[in-house]
DNA sequence: TGGTGTGAAACTTTTCACAGCT
DNA sequence: AGCTGTGAAAAGTTTCACACCA
């Protein structure tokens, strides 16, 4: 087995080709060109083969790449050859939502605990799961290896939840809250914000916004 | 004003920048350096600084920048002088949770009207707003300048919710369904994807996992 | 003195283009 | 003939290091 680090970019594709290569498995199809699986993902032919191939050379010339054998060797780099504990701290909308994903499940994860701070809030069955408190996490986090924290706590509370996780042992977390945290050396954070995903959008708009302005002055100034 | 586009990386910085400017702003900072808005932020001065060149020489040497004129300036060029409408599609678990989510108007956007296809939930109260029917759309775009689509149904809808929505002329697209879309030439697409988010934890999880069994290894064979 | 603004260097990622295998 | 695998070129991004200015 290879054992340099896969590129950053490929890292996050390969989820994505994955979902797909899941997909057309359960259509039936055998094995798949860079170029099918490229308009199948939205990138381009060459991305998908360069990717490729730092999982090794599993295709084959002439005819592409085997779904089902590509699914398992991404499954493999990916670590999803087990399903993954996740705890979620921060039961409000969010939390609740993510609590009743089904994809989680699907794509090898699965709900060890739902947290909150909220005594009110304690007892409260969500998703199949009772919520339990904060201060059960040294408790799930011993009695569940690679466990993976989840934080959808209002910003405020986030950093103090992700100390805790980082006391417990916790080395990978999922940050919803709109704030940077800090972290020691070791641990990942990954930060999903919806607003910062509209507020980029807006940048782009507006600039399309702009040149079409400019072009409607071209032909007035023309015409 | 300068027109050449701003590099995509520093675009996807800039709503981090604004926030954080934002919370020292309330806090009563009234300049601040590259150095701790890097320390802020979680990334570093030199970028810090790059990202901000790129909006023009707004910084004083000797001091730092003028944290409500930056905020100003990043709000411009971002387009967030406005309030942008926002139409959420598919009102299940998610699109609750977004559409109850107080940072959206905090941070420059406004929801314009959530649909669903399901006739039963049609009528329904969220978040102060009645759910109204995907057969609306063509109305609502027309009479929101600029719309955001929001796309949170299931997998198998998202397609033919993208197809509706660039039919009505929307050219922004935030998707939460884990599927890409195909749009054409001009519109844009941002993807969220929860499970994405999460494999790529796992990569690097495991990763850790494998690191810590050499050193181990390592140890057991000099011992 | 302290901190910006920025060329230049280093690194990462994408794209090209084609040899070589099936 | 068709499609992978990959060096090499190109493009994009980050980091360095320092001139220059308040």
Redesign the pocket.
């Known amino acids: 087995m290879d054992d340099r680090p896969i590129?950053?970019?490929?890292v996050?594709?390969l989820p994505i080709y994955l979902r797909t290569l899941v997909e057309m498995a359960e259509n039936g199809v055998p094995t798949?060109?860079?170029?099918?699986?490229a308009e199948a993902t939205g990138?381009?032919?060459?991305?998908?083969?360069?990717?490729?191939?730092h999982l090794?050379?599993?295709?084959?010339?002439?005819?592409?790449?085997d779904v089902a054998y590509l699914i398992h060797q991404i499954r493999r780099e990916l670590g999803l050859t087990q399903h993954w504990p996740v705890v979620i701290v921060g039961i409000g909308n969010l939390g609740h939502a993510l609590a009743n994903y089904r994809g989680f499940a699907e794509r090898g994860f699965r709900a060890a605990a739902l947290l909150d701070s909220d005594p009110a809030k304690v007892g409260e069955e969500v998703a199949g799961l009772r919520i339990r408190s904060v201060e059960d996490l040294p408790d799930i986090a011993a009695s569940n290896e690679g466990l993976i924290g989840v934080i959808s706590t209002p910003a405020p509370a986030a950093q103090q939840v992700a100390d805790l996780m980082v006391r417990v042992g916790i080395h990978s977390i999922l940050n919803f809250a709109p704030i940077a945290l800090a972290v020691p050396e070791g641990v990942s954070v990954r930060k999903v914000d919806l607003a910062v995903e509209l507020q980029i959008l807006t940048y782009y708009e507006q600039r399309k916004a702009a040149l079409l302005d400019v072009k409607r002055r071209g032909r007035a100034a023309l015409g």
């Open positions: 590129p950053e970019a490929t996050g594709r798949v060109s860079s170029e099918s699986l990138f381009n032919s060459a991305k998908v083969r360069k990717d490729l191939s090794g050379s599993y295709g084959t010339r002439g005819v592409g790449y």
